[in-house]
């Protein structure tokens, strides 16, 4: 029996950073032929960039140009066809693309320019894939209906914990199951600089590995700070809990003031210092909390030096838990991947 030829799947990507430019580089081979066996032949029609300006091209953008400029802080325009990108917003409205791949900053207290962004994408019938918990912390719920009464779907399997499958293990291998409260380590920069820390790194140079592997937040603060990790406890709490907790309302404090006598000291205590994100029911409502605690040697969140861990507490499968080892942000494009698979599916079976 012969196969179909794939079909195309235009994508238009806002942020073109760690994320956005992994991704790339892993289209044109491995997420290519993942793509391909759904029927799906990728093209990338359209990419913004804060500083870096914007390119769109219903034939397809060389990648690999597009890699090099950008590398070379040079600027997308040389790519672009048509009349000048206004705004990312302006480029969202008119990129002849069947998904958006949103990649923008974290903007912790409003989800912002994500939001509008997959708003627009979802209005005019668009897919929307992100990595950013902004949009799911703060309107999963809206995005989602918009996306339905459009016939597309909002997915954001990269939002927690990477390409690890968080919100497909729930909706898909859990059914049935209510979700109790989860224990975490959801930020990879902390536990980075705390582990960095216990093998005898400063906090400053720790932290400077993080960003030079590019998992740190384009600011830094988020992380170091706990937002980040807050922004992803609501997001797991309001898509795996049906809570409507917002970042703002969740007892939160980073690892700012902590440095390697903290460490030392924990450790002489059968310990190590980790940001851990904990969310629990009571009465009708989700409590959230992210703080640094002392986590014992041999507890499942530090056992094997993983970047992060999920654990769930469950009703019908009492306690499951997942695990990331350390990595990069090819982990995260892995999420954009899979999310696109899903798309590619979904296709296919119209
Ligand atoms: N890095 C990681 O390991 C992970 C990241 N994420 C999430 O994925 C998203 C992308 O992360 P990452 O690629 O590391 O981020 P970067 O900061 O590396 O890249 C962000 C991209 O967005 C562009 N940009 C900046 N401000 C705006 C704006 N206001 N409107 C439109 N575009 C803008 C930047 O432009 P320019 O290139 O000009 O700077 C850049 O291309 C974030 O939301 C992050 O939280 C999730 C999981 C892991
Ligand atoms: N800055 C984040 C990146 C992924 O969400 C982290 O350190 O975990």
């Avoid at 807050?230 to 309001?238: F, G, I, M, R, S």
Wanted: glycine residues 12%; proline residues 6%.
């Amino acid at each position: 029996m012969s196969r179909a030829a794939p079909r195309p799947l235009r994508l238009a990507l806002a942020g073109f950073g760690n994320v956005g430019r992994t991704f790339a580089e892993l289209l044109p081979g491995p997420y290519g032929r993942a793509l391909r066996a759904e029927g799906a032949a990728p093209v990338v029609t359209a990419i913004f960039t804060n500083r870096h300006g914007a390119a769109i091209d219903p034939r397809g953008l060389p990648l690999r140009r597009a890699l090099r400029l950008v590398r070379a802080g040079g600027s997308l325009d040389a790519l672009h066809r048509g009349p000048p990108v206004a705004s990312a917003l302006d480029l969202v409205r008119r990129a002849p693309a069947d998904v958006l791949v949103e990649l923008t900053p974290l903007a912790p207290t409003t989800g912002e320019p994500a939001i509008s962004l997959a708003r627009a994408a979802l209005g005019r019938g668009l897919h929307v894939v992100t990595a950013n918990k902004g949009p799911v912390a703060h309107a999963r719920a809206r995005l989602a209906r918009l996306a339905a009464r459009n016939g597309v779907r909002f997915l954001h399997e990269g939002a927690v914990l990477d390409g690890t499958p968080v919100f497909n293990l729930v909706e898909r291998c859990l059914p049935g199951a209510r979700i109790l409260g989860f224990r975490g380590l959801l930020n990879s920069t902390t536990t980075r600089v705390l582990a960095g820390m216990e093998a005898g790194a400063s906090f400053e140079a720790a932290l400077a590995d993080a960003q030079r592997a590019g998992v740190a937040e384009a600011d830094p603060r988020h992380d170091l700070e706990g937002w980040d990790a807050a922004v992803k406890a609501c997001a797991l709490a309001n898509a795996l809990m049906g809570a409507d907790v917002r970042p703002a309302a969740v007892e939160r404090r980073g690892i700012t003031g902590l440095g390697p006598e903290d460490v030392r000291a924990a450790r002489g205590r059968g310990a190590v210092l980790r940001l851990v994100a904990r969310a629990r029911r009571d009465g009708r409502a989700v409590r959230v909390s992210v703080g640094p605690e002392e986590v014992a040697d041999g507890d499942v969140l530090v056992s094997r030096g993983a970047d992060g861990v999920l654990v769930l507490e469950t009703d019908l499968m009492r306690e499951i838990g997942i695990w990331e080892g350390a990595g990069g942000v090819d982990q995260t494009a892995y999420a954009i991947l899979s999310d696109l698979v899903a798309i590619a599916r979904g296709r296919r079976r119209r």
